[in-house]
């Protein structure tokens, strides 16, 4: 702990300096800002229009224009500016953590515990939005459970990502950036306008193609390059004063070449290299395809002083991951394994929904808002495991090869693993929250949300093939995994808000609210069968108390909440590297409290800083029957195991940054613009197991930078951006990869970007 309070204070002590240096050098003073709204930050977290300071939820808005700045690709980069937030990434599925909890990327099936809402269509899936965001308004974090409104599968929490909008007049943008160390590009641009009196439309697309961050000896390129597109079309019309209707059709491509896996050892803390080798499998090269359509319409009509909204989407994907390993074994002066394991998953999906709400006119004594809900889904998950490894059948429930021509005990076996996961899942929900104006200061606000799902799914898994090494003849085998599950489960999701203005800008509020997610089914495990195929929901309860203030006239915001959130029948999935096989199921209980801040001042005229932080204290309540951890005797079995009282990993206990922005002149024509951000986290296991020798990522701080000069109408712009100046290598997620399946043991790190420097230049018209 403080070690990392030494590395944060450092960097907040570079991005402050760097930061105070412009206005000192400001030519010209400015007036004292009044006390109108300048700062302030329009949200929709409660399905109408508000002040980020009047809506009772600890959440943080991250604007397009701020994302936009450092060159934002995914959601990740909304960590920089929302502490308690963390994005784990992984060769699977990238996971969304809010508070410490989120879904486990192992299995596929899982629905995410944090929801990702894209222009208000549900994306529980990770690879439904995985093209680079970009020409975005905002992006609004929510913490805690958000059933009653959001409804669908948010536990633990609801991003919510709204692109821009046509706009009125007619402007268009076009930005080119080059990145020195990534050796490639990244162009952008828009267009936007009315076409006539009643219709607008704005057009956005981005291409970008960059090679990786990891030097990959095996083919002598960067892993990992991406090659991705976007085009984004909206159009918006308005008839009359009473009728508006906005369509928005997104297409994405995305081709990743290559991984992010390096090789450490099992015996000493991470230290990750920027080296790795690996050839291509028999699946393919390494690296993830991944294909995606968005369609979103949006209608509101006008019923006297009611407005009625209808929000339809439809969303597909097909994506392709194909994973291999590092080869190199740890210290060995870069040796390489003559094993290759390797998998693939191609996923399609595809998902209908459509919700209607209505919302009372604001300033009544009581204001409601009430809707339903309908979607539809089908998911398709195909697996493809490949091994080469000595008396691999014995260790594989129902896996023995039934074919007497093959010797189980002796040479390395070349296998093929196939699966196939398919579900259907249907879910409808009816919804409303009421808000009752006791008095100008004090309001009541109640919500309940009912949702039903009914889920159909079936696991396959076939050893496809398999040849004993010596006379490499495949043989057929028979299928070693044969399930079918049906879930339909109804859920219940109410939240109490007590809302009271102390003083003018000055709001306390104290709130209890559930959340749920529904059951699902297990993809991951070899062997299973029905009876193990389903996991139950999960339940939360949150209680929370917070301030928010605005002082100063405007030019200071603060905002504290304290929350405490419990979680039942917790959804986990736990690679077992004994075994080589994951536990999938559920946890019974654990709980999460701390205290989440922020702070922004505006304390002259072109400056601005702003730092929010968040103390977290999770553990589990009950874990029985939960895979052993690398601290727990060797004498450990699942079946009397019960982490009641450990911590829950990839959780930290502090995280926290600054974002310092300033201003000067240096003509009546030109200015500068300098933007430092520093942020960063306390220490976490970021292994299942939470080995406290090879899983534990140490606490760090990491700092962007981005200097910017351009004309004062910014009709065109230069910058220099820096991400990751002191290049941290820092590890997402990290395994042990055991004998047999490596002939060395040794721990798999997947390496977040390190340092790189990039030159921007755009113009706007």
């Not at 691999?392 to 002796?410: H, K, M, V």
Request: glycine fraction near 8%; hydrophobic fraction near 35%; proline fraction near 5%.
């Amino acid at each position: 702990m403080k070690a990392f309070n030494q590395i944060l204070l450092s960097g907040v002590a570079t991005v402050a300096m760097t930061a105070f240096a412009a206005p000192a050098l400001a030519q010209t003073a400015a007036a004292e800002a009044d006390d109108s709204n300048t700062n302030e930050i329009i949200v929709t977290a409660q399905k109408r229009e508000q002040s980020l300071q009047d809506v009772p939820i600890s959440m943080e808005v991250v604007s397009g224009a701020k994302l936009a700045e450092f060159n934002t690709s995914d959601i990740k980069a909304v960590m920089n500016y929302t502490p308690n937030v963390f994005v784990q990434s992984t060769a699977g599925n990238d996971v969304i953590y809010i508070r410490g909890f989120g879904s486990p990327p192992a299995n596929f099936a899982f629905d995410q515990s944090v929801s990702l809402y894209v222009d208000g269509i549900y994306a529980g899936r990770s690879r439904q939005a995985q093209a680079p965001f970009f020409d975005l308004e905002r992006v609004e974090v929510l913490r805690g459970p958000q059933g009653a409104l959001f409804g669908k599968n948010t536990a633990a929490g609801a991003v919510s990502v709204v692109s821009a909008g046509p706009t009125s007049q007619a402007e268009g943008a076009f930005t080119a950036l080059y990145n020195f160390d990534h050796k490639g590009f990244d162009v952008s641009g828009y267009v936007s306008g009315p076409l006539s009196s009643t219709l607008s439309a704005r057009l956005a697309y981005k291409i970008v193609k960059q090679d990786g961050y990891i030097r990959n000896l095996a083919t002598n390129h960067d892993d990992p390059e991406t090659k991705s597109q976007l085009a984004r079309l909206t159009v918006k019309w308005e008839p009359s004063n009473d009728f508006d209707y906005t369509l928005k059709a997104e297409y994405g491509n995305r081709d990743i070449v290559g991984g992010i896996t390096v090789s450490s050892p099992l015996t000493s803390g991470q230290d990750p290299q920027d080296t790795r080798y690996l050839e291509r499998s028999a699946l393919g090269r390494e690296g993830n395809r991944n294909e995606s359509v968005m369609i979103s319409g949006v209608g509101n009509l006008a019923l006297g002083d009611f407005t009625l909204t209808s929000v339809t989407g439809y969303s597909w994907f097909k994506s392709k991951i194909t994973n291999g390993f590092d080869q190199t074994i740890p210290n060995s002066g870069g040796a390489h394994t003559v094993n290759s394991v390797y998998n693939a998953f191609p996923e399609r999906f595809d998902q209908f929904s459509q919700e209607i709400r209505i919302l009372s006119p604001v300033g009544e004594t009581f204001e409601f808002i009430a809707g339903a809900y309908y979607d539809k889904s089908d998911y398709t998950l195909e697996q493809y495991q490949g091994f080469n490894i000595p008396n691999l059948f014995l260790s594989i429930p129902g896996a023995t090869p039934t074919d007497p021509r093959i010797p189980i005990f002796d040479g390395p076996y070349l296998a093929r693993i196939d699966s196939i996961f398919r579900q259907k899942a249907e879910s409808w929900s009816v919804f409303g929250q009421g808000t009752l104006n006791i008095s100008d200061a004090f309001r009541a606000i109640g919500s309940l949300r009912y949702s039903h799902t009914k889920k159909d799914g079936s696991f396959r898994t076939t050893l496809a093939s398999a040849s004993n090494g010596l006379n490499g003849q495949p043989f057929p085998l028979r299928p070693i995994t044969n399930a079918d599950g049906s879930i339909s489960e109804g859920n219940v999701d109410p939240s109490v808000t007590l809302q009271y203005d102390i003083a003018p800008r000055i709001m306390v509020y104290g709130t209890w609210g559930r959340g749920s997610k529904s059951g699902g089914f297990v993809s991951n495990t070899l062997g299973t069968v029905d009876s193990t195929f389903t996991f139950e929901p999960e339940r939360s309860e949150n209680f929370e108390a917070g301030i928010k203030s605005t002082l100063l006239d405007g030019k200071l915001v603060a905002n504290v909440s304290v929350y405490k959130t419990k979680f039942k029948d917790l959804q986990v999935s736990v690679y077992q590297p004994a075994t080589s096989s994951y536990l999938t199921g559920n946890a019974a209980a654990a709980t999460s409290k701390g205290v989440e801040g922020s702070l922004s001042i505006f304390p002259v005229p072109n400056f601005d800083i702003s730092a929010s932080a968040a103390y977290s204290d999770i553990k589990y309540d009950d874990y029985p029957g939960a895979a052993c951890l690398a601290s727990q005797p060797v004498t450990c079995t699942p079946a009397t195991n019960n982490l009641a009282g450990f911590p829950v990993a990839y959780s930290s206990k502090w995280t926290g940054s600054v974002t310092a922005h300033a201003r000067f002149d240096m003509s009546d024509a030109m200015k500068l613009d300098i933007t430092g951000v520093a942020a960063g986290r306390s220490k976490y296991f970021n292994s299942d197991n939470q080995s406290p020798i090879f899983g534990v990522q140490g606490g760090y701080v990491k700092l962007d930078l981005r200097v910017q000069l351009a004309d004062q109408d910014d009709r065109w712009h230069l910058a220099l951006v820096g991400k990751n100046l002191t290049n941290q290598k820092t590890i997402g997620s990290a395994f042990n990869l055991p004998a047999p399946i490596t002939p060395v043991p040794r721990a798999i790190l997947y390496l977040e970007p390190t340092r790189n420097i990039s030159v921007e230049a755009g113009f706007k018209f």
